[in-house]
């Protein structure tokens, strides 16, 4: 069984940066795709970004250029570094795995989520 453990959320300026990270527990398998997701208030579920078992990665356009996601599969654990960060930003973000090893943000479902991250940007 795997967990998902987010860490990092907080709040910033607008034009901040946060690095928010993930431990994947139970992880017994490195060909899971990792994602990150985030669901604004009044809003439905999104994807921000997406990494595949061989490393490629895939991004929501409101996010390209200012996100980067990154996993370390010898230490189990996922990074999203959010930069230039804007106010429509503000959402719970979570962490999450899909047994599929070449998810993409198009086509990721995850099979396991952690509990979510709050990250607040400010004008």
């Known amino acids: 069984h795997v967990q998902l453990v987010e860490s990092g959320g907080g709040s910033v300026q607008s034009g901040g940066s946060l690095r928010l990270s993930c431990i994947v527990e139970?992880?017994?398998?490195?060909?899971?795709?990792l994602g990150w997701f985030r669901q604004a208030p009044g809003k439905e579920r999104e994807g921000v970004a997406v990494i595949g078992r061989d490393g490629s990665t895939t991004y929501a356009d409101s996010v390209k250029g200012r996100f980067t996601i990154s996993r370390d599969t010898a230490k189990a654990t996922l990074s999203l570094l959010m930069n230039s960060l804007k106010p429509e930003d503000t959402a719970i973000y979570y962490c999450a795995a899909d047994r599929w090893s070449a998810a993409t943000i198009a086509t990721m479902t995850p099979d396991y989520w952690g509990q979510g991250t709050q990250v607040t940007v400010s004008s």
């Open positions: 139970g992880y017994h398998d490195s060909t899971y795709s």
